[in-house]
């Protein structure tokens, strides 16, 4: 005899238990504000109360890593395409901090920078960008040098990250959330006042821009894979 499987309880038993697996049981006052998957799909990291980053292993769902400031707190966070580097806006004081994703999570550097919204890197690790309240755009070069010794490539990072270019805004139109396409060629950016502006990135020149009709009503976007 055929047995019929509700597919819908099957989901919804799923998300429960995801949900009580990622759940903080100590503090029922904690919420997740900024989440982020690595792109080799390893890891999961979350801001919980903008004072703990709590990063968990995708394998088993276990803590692995919490990355915690006893004074200011977190903002967005990214990983790096090359799966070397996981990136968070910090604040008192105002940077960028950057940590190796192997070994104890250590931190490479932080960049000082002010006012700061949005970050994220593209596909293939170059660059590093930040989106700021003042509605300016900060390029990093995220120098990475590669070297082949014998069978073995060992990669090696020049932790001394150059910014090689800015994109002024209006100081009164936030960088809302800013992505690189998939292939490399595009930065695409959405400004509180509902604007998106697209830019090519071998020449950071302005594209398109892109009439929404929506005011300010746009907060996010992204490109397909």
């Not at 890891?43 to 709590?54: E, G, M, P, Q, R």
Request: hydrophobic letters at 35%.
């Amino acid at each position: 005899m055929e047995t019929l499987i509700d597919f819908s309880l099957v989901f919804v038993f799923f998300l429960k238990m995801l949900s009580r697996i990622i759940k903080q049981e100590d503090n029922d006052n904690m919420y997740n504000k900024h989440v982020s998957f690595s792109h080799d799909s390893r890891f999961l990291a979350f801001v919980i109360s903008n004072t703990d980053i709590i990063i968990r292993s995708t394998n088993d769902w276990n803590v692995i890593k919490t990355i915690s400031r006893k004074n200011g707190g977190f903002g967005e966070i990214a990983f790096s395409g090359n799966g070397l580097w996981f990136a968070t806006i910090t604040t008192d004081p105002d940077s960028i901090s950057i940590f190796s994703t192997s070994g104890d999570w250590k931190l490479l550097l932080s960049l000082k920078q002010s006012n700061l919204h949005s970050i994220c890197f593209s596909q293939d690790s170059v660059y590093m960008a930040c989106g700021c309240l003042s509605g300016n755009i900060i390029i990093y070069r995220t120098n990475v040098n590669t070297s082949s010794k014998g069978p073995n490539t060992k990669t090696r990072t020049n932790c001394q990250w150059d910014i090689v270019n800015r994109i002024d805004g209006n100081r009164h139109d936030v960088v809302e959330t800013i992505k690189f396409s998939p292939d490399n060629k595009l930065f695409a950016v959405v400004y509180s006042s509902g604007s998106v502006k697209i830019f090519d990135i071998t020449t950071w020149t302005l594209v398109k821009i892109l009439d929404t009709n929506y005011s300010n009503n746009v907060k996010s976007l992204c490109f397909s894979p």
